[in-house]
C-alpha cells in the first residue's frame, strides 16, 4: 500500500484565512497583468469547470482529495497524472475532480484557499500542478503571499481577481464542502481515490502504489 498522509481530527480555525487576506491585500508580489508565456500548460486545450478537468460527457469520473502539501500527493501529480491525462482525459474517455483538503497545518489552509480562488476563475489544474513543482517543507512557513501571487500568476490568473474570488464566502465554502465529503466517503488520508460512472455512485479505487498501470486498470475495470 502506498503511503498516505492521515487525517488529523481538528481543522485550522478560518482566522488563518483571514490574516490571508490581509496580507495578500498589503503584498507587493508582482503584478499578473499578463500570464508568463514561458511555463507550458500541461492542460492546454482540456476543457476545465470548477474542480473539474475533462470533457462533461466523458463516461467515467475520477475525484481526488488531496493536500496540496502532501509529498504523496505531488508524487501522484508529477509521475502518474500526466499519463491519465494524455491517455484518458483528452481522449474523452474520463473526467477528473479535485478535492482539495487543509489538514496537515496553516500553510495547507493558505493554499487551499488559493485552490479555490483559482477554482472559480477555471485555472485550479494549473495552479495546483505550479503548486507542487513548487512545493517545500511542510509547513515551514513557505506559502506565503509572494509564492501564492507567483503560482497564481503563472497559472494564468491576474492578481486583483484572484485576492478578491480569495475572500469571497465560496472559497470558504468550497473548501468546507471537500471537508464534508471526505468525511462522508471515510476518506482517511491523502491522496485517496475514487471513481464511478460520470453523474452516479462512487467508489474507491484499489491501488497500492502510485503507479500509472494500477490506475489505468482500475479505470478499465471501472468501464
Known sequence: MFKMHALTAALLASILTVSLLVTLNQS??????????????????????????????????LVEFAD???????????????????????????????????????????AAAGAAAAAQHDRLWQYADLFYQRQGAENSGYVTQDFLHEVATDAGLKTQPFTRAIAERRAERMARDAEAEAKLLGVEGTPS???GPTGGALRPMQISALEFGQF???IESAR
Not at 491519465?84 to 500553510?107: N, S
Open 68 to 110: 496540496l502539501q502532501c509529498p504523496f500527493c505531488r508524487d501522484y501529480a508529477v509521475q502518474v497524472l500526466p499519463q491519465i491525462v494524455e491517455r484518458y482525459v483528452r481522449t474523452g474517455q474520463l473526467r477528473l475532480e479535485l478535492r482539495v483538503l487543509r489538514f496537515l497545518g496553516p500553510d495547507s489552509v493558505t
Open 216 to 218: 489505468a486498470a482500475a
Open 193 to 195: 481515490f475514487f471513481i
Open 28 to 61: 507587493g508580489a508582482r503584478d499578473a497583468s499578463a500570464p508568463a508565456t514561458e511555463l507550458r500548460d500541461p492542460y492546454a486545450g482540456i476543457p476545465q469547470d470548477g474542480l473539474s478537468l475533462g470533457r462533461k460527457d466523458a463516461p467515467l469520473t
